[in-house]
């Protein structure tokens, strides 16, 4: 049975930087997690976080000078240097950075924080920023999990938030177009786009506070990609303010002439410029929708069919596959994590938006094949029940914290022939580095990315938190990102690289593809003014 | 009904460096065909060409010392100097490539001729050039019809010959994933791959003579891109040697890594090295096949319903449209070209192949969207000729040459919303400046390559050749780039950008992304050994 998706595009969680979820509606974990908890021997509470107030931050290091040429550029009232914005706009959500400010370290925090309107604005900030020695690093959603803004501090830094900068610019109904500020927070642009009769359908689990511009720097990939496609897919062309000139970039769908120059913007977090304007390839509003969810004996029969369907012509518009230790716990339904999954095995959540005719085609198509591959249809409630609880995954982190867990996430990707390897070497490598350090971890693991070719792994880690919970985390991230190259494995599916990934990453491509991005880099920005020590040593 | 498509990957045609088809075996222009030259005043035939023995060639300007240092590397038996080796690895397949070898002149050709058996014999070969002051220009399927092989003979001038690299590497059958050296042959391809049970599925239509190194750096795209993508879809990882190092690019089907540099390589027409391996996402040889022929009112009906096709979710594997000129000339059909469709309007073509359930599947969705959308269904006859024929096309252009036409193709591709003004713009450009000379002109145009935000156009071109045809085409030529520009088009869809589009592809590009691409060039390349002047200036 098709159920209408009129309210599809909208959902209506809070969004708070800094955190996943409203602080004054705090997520609670449920008697099963707290359960769990106990057995990871997780039985004290964390310290209490330090007030914001006694956060410590350096001193501001930018004069007087650059600070009246910013606000000649943005107006006085777009410039600020007080303690609660530069703690507001200190490194991102992954659980390194959480743990870092609730222990009051508020080293990396810019020096100033500048929020443009206009992409003229933008140009020249860049001249401002090249005159008076400053660097500058792009903030719109603030959601990085891998230190994408954790300026590098060594010249004074600027903050440059992109808030301001959003909106429907331009939309192209007989294309399926449409261009966007790159400030624009995902829940804007799809309520503009519906207005409309369209959707983006662009859903990261950062969906609340990620902006079109982040999604397009970083490669973000959401959760409808089996249908729409990863965001880099999504992308016609995008605005470039570089120092040496603005760039538009992407004349047409596809091209021959020349190499896709899109793809070297897509992905470059912020190192060649600031992306002021992105287009989009959008579509119609979906009218209906069709969720199930599907369990399979184990994790090996539910990829073998997940890769069966990849590699088919007809796609779900989304399609993931929890392995059996989160099945176990139940994470694909959060308002019921812990409650545990009566029958075992692997769940698989199904689904397909579209108009009638088209739902009704693929579901058909597609629910024969699984049926085929040996899946059991569980019907519409557990699809629809991963759908309502979609975003709010995270929201758990921060009572775990409280709780005394450390819980952190991390993903890669892979080749079929690789995935199961893979998935075990980082498991081993992960549970290996906490249990060294006494404290054994819940690994949980699911597939939400698939391609012809491969697919996406995306890990959940909890343990006991340690005193020093920062180094002890990092001791098991290392491990992980040495087993995924190990496994020739790629650093990243969609989070990218920024400083947490970047050795990673360096020995991923190697010596001349770096030499290729460093000669673009110096072409671009020849001073290095452009979030320096992201991406690139 | 769906029929068997065990033959379908393996076509038999003749290739024949330099001109299309079997020069012993030459397509014949049918009784319509040449009424129809009748009308365009094309009345007698062009000049016998020069006998290849009378072709003017440049003195080769390789030292001794150079030629010692080539052979040593490949060995004696494969360096060449003589003229026959020489004049064959001379330019492309345009026409005006075509004139100005029937005129005797063979000014561009390459110095020496070298074939390397191996990726390490590459690299050793650019130390040679590097060494003894030579530049080097890849040579593989020979079928550039953009200039893509007009060596800047500025220095002594290598041609790289990479036929003697061929073969499949290695295929991996659970990520369908295959490995091919860059010389191999596309027919050789797919004979290898269905000899496993795969299929590539890549059909330009220089099929017969391209290779899957010259694919990947044009950035190919082929009659079955509707279901399986252009080759820069296809291409999962490439080995490029460059002057400064081997790069092994792409790590993973998709990554949020850093930028993706193979995007890069792809289109790079050899002015960053020499791709001398790629791996490619193969699937499963169809098993059904099933092509029909639609007739709509007129273009503008055939295109809204070819983009419908697009923006949905379920894809065929091939979909075409003749506009009103080319159904009339019934080009889509060659064996019969000429003798016209009686019924008027825009004949489409469309085919889907799969397995039994996939093609039923798509085939019903697809043909009741086109029902939908005004179109009259032809029955299978019109998309099976399409289908055997559709290799031919190119063959009737030697023969209209001999008989005193000037016939030659180009390409385009906008956003769905610029499509009618750019095929009228195109039109009118070319026909102005055709008619200027005294030639009227016949110009049809087709959509075979569609995207959810756009299309290709595709142009055929027929008039009366002057007694200098190279300059007569280069007006309409200069006249269509023009057009192109204006319209906000990308210079080629397909074709690439070699040297005869360079100047429109800057003018596409602009300054800030030419300054990046010559970075990358500078760093990689840094002597300016790989195929100066291609692409890049």
Redesign the interface.
Known sequence: MNLPVSEAALPTLTFTPGRWGDPDDPAVLSDGVRGALGFLGIDADAPEPVALADVRLPATRVDGAALAALRDVVGADHVAVDRETRIAHLRGFSTPDLLRLRAGDGSDAPDVVVAPESQEQVADLLAVCSAHGLVLSPYAGGTSVTGGLAVDRARPAVSLDLRRMTGLIAI?E????ASFAAGTRLPEAERLLSAEGFELGHYPQSYEGATVGGCAV????GQSSS?HG?F?DMV?ALT?A?P??????G???????????????????GA?GVVTSVTV?V?PLPVVRRFSGWRFPDFASGSAAM?AIA?????PTVIRLSDEAETGLNLANPSAAGAGAAAGGCLMVLGVE?DE??VE??YS?LS?RLAESGGTDLGSEPGEHWREGRFRGPYLRDPLLDAGALVETLE???????LQALKDSVTDAVTGALAAQGTPAVVMCHIS?V?????SLYFTVVAKALTEPVSQWAAAKQAANAAIRAA??????????GID?RAA?LD??????L??????K???DPEGLCNPGV?LP
Not at 508 to 513: R, W, Y
């Open positions: 192209d007989v294309s399926q177009t970083t490669r973000s990939a249908g990863r880099d016609v470039l570089t040496v000139g603005t760039a538009e970039v004349t047409a769908p596809k091209s021959a002439a020349g190499p896709d120059l899109r793809q070297l913007v897509l992905g470059s977090e060649f390839r579509h890769r590699q088919g012509s007809i796609r579209g005719d088209d085609t693929r198509y024969r890669t990707v892979t080749f079929w022939s690789n990315h391609y012809p070719t491969g697919a020739g494995a790629s650093i990243t599916h969609h989070h990218a690289v990934h990453y991923e491509i190697g010596g001349v593809q030499a290729a991005l460093q000669a673009v110096r072409a671009l991406l």
